[in-house]
């Protein structure tokens, strides 16, 4: 299948109004495959992802990144997304809990999330900097969380959309929407924008009769957008032996030395891609030398 993932980076009415846009589908595909998702944890993760790729295009850094993590009180547990521009990854405790369709035959991705609890954004601005805002869990649906993120920790205004549309284990459509008025922007276009607002609300199933730069041009008719830039998007993971290794000796000596003390080693599953890392007794006790000599920080 082509790979037609990408953010599109927009302004309206000579840069008044900022707009993402972007596909997620074969990114939602990759996060439901690895995690074995049932459809309405592939929603949640989906709509999260879609939404923290939207803050990690934001990030300007080269070694920047950004991790949302929403902890609702739904079956799902805890949610992690982690976007280095355009590449994401994510994970849930629960990838496969399942819930009856709502009333209106839509999945209740509220309901697995939960409807109350925290949304946190940690962005790591690199050289040990981080950002860290925190807001409530104000639906669980996700795209209202974020936007009551940025209004509260950001101070900014926003209007956000995002959809995955799933049949069975196949994601059709997955995207996501978010415009942002600038300061200064006048009543009428936030008016226009709001009235607008039904056009975009069910953003996968839209996507299904258009490229998303033929909606972009549709929902916006008249407010004179135009593409800025497009960044490719994609499902990657960052871990590699050298980083579980870190991980290992962050553990601390004693932890480390009843791990090589089990007799068969220890087994490290990477949470967001399922690569498994195997560490024998021998190799752990070498750790165990190597956490010795590091200085204590
Ligand atoms: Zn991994």
Redo the contacts with the bound molecule.
Sequence with gaps: MKNNDEMLQIDLCGGQVRVMLCETTQAVQKCADIHECSPVCTAALGRLMTGTLMLGIMMKGEDESVTVTLKGDGPMGSLVAVADHGYV?ACADHPQIDLPLREDGKLDVGSAVGHSGRMSVIKDLGMKKNYIGQSEIVSGEIAMDFANYFTVSEQQPSLVALGVLVSGNAVLKAGGLLIQPLPGCPDEIIDQLELRSPMFADISREMTFAPIEQLCRDWFRGMDPRILERTPLGYK???SRERMERALISLGRKDLQSLADEDQGAELV?H??R?KYMFTKAELVELIRSADNKPEV
């Design positions: 990854r993971c960052t871990c990477c967001f891609c690569s």
